[in-house]
């Protein structure tokens, strides 16, 4: 499987890895189908493991590399990590200041963005597509970094770190869907929309991987500004929502799972 995929051009094997991705996505939003509801403590559970998994791949198939291929640069190796991770989670801070949306758990007065009349549900909706960006990106870019031949950089690597994304979507399609019917949506619209949630991630993979295919140069800057948005989403959105319970041991061991489940994959593929 790996042989066939590395023979595929990069922006094919980006449009891949992102379209499984959004297909746990539309799996996990296919919850609703079976219930109604969602225990507060599974759903933080969930969190958790999705915060654990994005800080894994961070820094295991985002940052790491960034820093390795760095060194055949001129600039102190640190610098293009640096600058990559912070402009990342600038572009996060940005489009969380204009894009309208709505945290889980929130009323709509405290809806973030620019002032909207938008229902209640589709802010919902928007919260999560928004913190799909940075995930599809970073899948993409993993791909488009292997194509460009650095040790570092490997298609099973970038399997990994598609799996792993993929993994957490599926309970992040469940915590869109399921929201959504209890706001009295169909089981069939709200499955759509949590799916729909996930379509951003196939659009920003094969943009990354272009990317850094025709613009070689910014490979590491593009890997760690993958990072710094996916950190971004998780201490601005994944933490403080798996704790709004207030059982921090559920979203707590979530994260430790999570973070132990990428580590391994992309230790043991990568």
Do not use: C
């Given at each position: ?8 051009n990069p922006v094919i094997q980006a449009l891949m890895g992102t379209l499984f991705t959004w297909f746990l996505t539309a799996l996990g939003a296919g919850a609703v189908f079976t219930f109604k509801t969602i225990n507060r403590r599974l759903l ?227």
């Amino acid at each position: 499987m790996i042989e066939w995929l590395s023979t595929l051009n990069p922006v094919i094997q980006a449009l891949m890895g992102t379209l499984f991705t959004w297909f746990l996505t539309a799996l996990g939003a296919g919850a609703v189908f079976t219930f109604k509801t969602i225990n507060r403590r599974l759903l933080d559970t969930m969190l958790g493991f999705a915060a654990g998994v994005m800080i894994a791949a961070s820094f295991w198939s985002l940052l790491a590399p960034a820093i390795e291929m760095s060194e055949e640069g001129s600039l102190p190796r640190w610098v293009p990590a640096l600058v990559g991770f912070l402009v990342g989670g600038a572009f996060l801070w940005g489009t969380d200041k204009l894009l309208p949306h709505l945290h889980m758990g929130m009323p709509t007065s405290e809806a973030e963005g620019v002032k909207t009349s938008w229902e209640r549900s589709i802010l919902l909706i928007l919260a999560i597509t928004l913190h799909n960006i940075p995930e599809g990106l970073a899948v993409g870019v993993a791909f488009g970094a292997a194509a460009a031949d650095f040790p570092s950089a490997s298609i099973t690597g970038a399997v990994a770190l598609a799996i792993g994304i993929g993994l957490q979507n599926f309970p992040e399609g469940a915590a869109v869907s399921i929201p959504l019917r209890r706001e009295g949506w169909t089981r069939l619209k709200s499955f759509w929309y949590g799916q729909m949630s996930g379509m951003v991630e196939p659009i920003a993979g094969v943009l990354g991987a272009a990317a850094v295919l025709f613009i070689r140069p910014i490979l590491p800057y593009a890997l760690a500004f993958a990072a710094g948005a996916m950190i971004y989403v998780v201490v601005e959105e994944l933490i403080p929502e798996s704790q709004m319970s207030r059982d921090v041991h559920s979203s707590t061991i979530g994260a430790m799972l999570g973070f132990a489940v990428m580590m391994t994959l992309d230790v043991a593929l990568g």
